[in-house]
Nanobody, 121 residues
């Protein structure tokens, strides 16, 4: 089982990026994104339940970030708009076999390697 995150880069404040998380090996119940800024814990941004496509977001991210999926490619996306310098972090995708507390890192069984997002002011 592998999760391959990609799409990070350097962008100016106000810009947009779309991150991808390609899953190989199997399809999981739930996928999520957790950015980790330097010196901070990984924090929950949002999650998508594969069956049905329902999405859930941290309150602080609602309206700017959107999670979606492509069934054929077994890939989950994180569309990030109106980026701010404080969004700078390594963004990790994670997958879970179940669907417990979505914002809890312990829910997730597999983690990708992360992709760096840097937002300049």
């Amino acid at each position: 089982v592998q999760l391959q995150a990609s799409g990070g880069g350097l962008v100016q404040a106000g810009g947009s990026l779309r991150l991808s998380c390609a899953a190989s090996g199997r399809t999981f119940s739930t996928y999520a994104w957790f950015p980790q800024a330097p010196g901070k814990e990984r924090e929950f941004v949002g999650a998508i339940v594969w069956s049905g496509g329902n999405t859930y977001y941290a309150d602080s991210m609602k309206g700017r970030f959107t999670i979606s999926r492509d069934n054929a490619k077994n890939t989950v996306y994180l569309q990030m708009n109106s980026l701010k310098p404080e969004d700078t972090a390594v963004y990790y995708c994670a997958s879970a076999k179940g669907c417990n507390i979505l914002s809890d890192k312990a829910t997730y069984d597999y983690w990708g390697q992360g992709t760096q997002v840097t937002v300049s002011s």
